[in-house]
């Protein structure tokens, strides 16, 4: 699990820094690029999939046991706190 939400925190950032604007260029490249579980669908669909709730909840125990690397950005956050995920909030459509 730590590997998993690595991947997606480090893939939650991109997105909150503008590096990639379309979430399926992330989940796509967290597969192609760093061997994200593929059954996920790639490390942001990961998240959709839980809950960014959820995740926001394995991320903060994550840290607490294992430290800052695990700390959830604002925008992951938010959208915890809005019940939004990825492909809404950023709709490749």
Known sequence: QRLLVTIA???ARVMEEG???DPREADVGSILAFG???YTGGALSYID???AKLFVKIAKGLQKKYGA???APKLLLDM???GETFYERFDPY
């Open 49 to 51: 999939g839980i809950g």
């Open 69 to 71: 690397e695990f700390k």
């Open 80 to 82: 915890a706190e809005k």
């Open 19 to 21: 590096i990639v604007t």
């Open 9 to 11: 925190l480090e893939a």
């Open 36 to 38: 994200f579980a593929p």
